[in-house]
């Protein structure tokens, strides 16, 4: 199937059936990883309602004091990552994803894990479908650190239902 087929698909699944499905698990897992716990500094967004929540992680690495960057996209193929602290002021984009507004912005590789969001996931080689920006396809083919994507029931796919392109960055670990 295309990309944007699966997206479709996906997305209307998540509004219909994801009854906050029990993330519990999935943030154990990821803070009971090597990657989380010799991180220093994580990349993280700020998940929109049909994404599994960050809040959780962002509350963590706060708790354990790593550096946290969080994404902003500053024009059609590039986004940023910022500096998160208490001074960050957060706005929502035009396309209703909350971004921090002002911070140091950090180079790509002082990022020790980045948790990359998606759309969809094929846990046995690691691709993963993201929202169609190719936002984190641009990102991670110069990035040498540490991946990770949370994956539900939904998103967790065992094959690509969808075509992979060869920009197309695996994950190297999925949590699902
Ligand atoms: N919470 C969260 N923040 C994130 C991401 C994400 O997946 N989740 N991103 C992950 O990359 C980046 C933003 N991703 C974006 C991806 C696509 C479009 C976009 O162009 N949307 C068009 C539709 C495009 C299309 O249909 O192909 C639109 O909404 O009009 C914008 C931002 C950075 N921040
Ligand atoms: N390395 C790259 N160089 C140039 N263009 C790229 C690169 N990676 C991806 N693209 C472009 O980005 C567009 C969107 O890619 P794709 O549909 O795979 O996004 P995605 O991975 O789902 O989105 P995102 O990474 O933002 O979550 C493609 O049309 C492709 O042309």
């Known amino acids: 199937m295309n990309k944007k087929d699966v997206r479709t698909q996906i997305i209307e699944e998540i509004r219909k059936s994801r009854t ?21 500094s994580v990349g993280v967004t700020f998940s ?3 994404e599994i929540d960050t809040m959780p ?12 960057f969080m994404p902003k996209v500053i024009s059609s193929t590039e986004m ?10 957060m706005k929502k984009s035009k ?3 909350m971004e921090p507004e002002n911070g140091l912005v950090g180079k790509i590789n002082d990022i020790d894990l980045l948790i990359v969001p998606g759309l969809a996931f094929d846990v ?3 691709n993963r479908l993201g929202f169609g920006g190719g936002y984190y396809d641009r990102v991670l ?6 991946t990770v994507s949370l994956s539900d029931s939904i998103s967790t796919f065992k094959k690509s239902i969808w075509e992979v392109d060869d920009f197309d960055q695996k994950i190297a670990r999925i949590i699902y």
Request: proline share 0%; charged share 35%.
């Open 141 to 146: 083919k110069d990035y040498s650190g540490d």
């Open 57 to 68: 992680i962002i509350e963590r690495a706060k708790l354990e004091a790593k550096t946290i």
């Open 80 to 89: 940023e990552f910022k500096l998160l602290n208490d001074l960050t002021k």
């Open 95 to 97: 396309f209703g994803i």
């Open 20 to 40: 906050q499905e029990n993330y519990k698990d999935l943030y154990n897992k990821l803070f009971e990883s090597a990657e989380w716990q010799k991180a220093g």
């Open 48 to 50: 929109t309602e049909i």
């Open 124 to 126: 046995s080689s690691g």
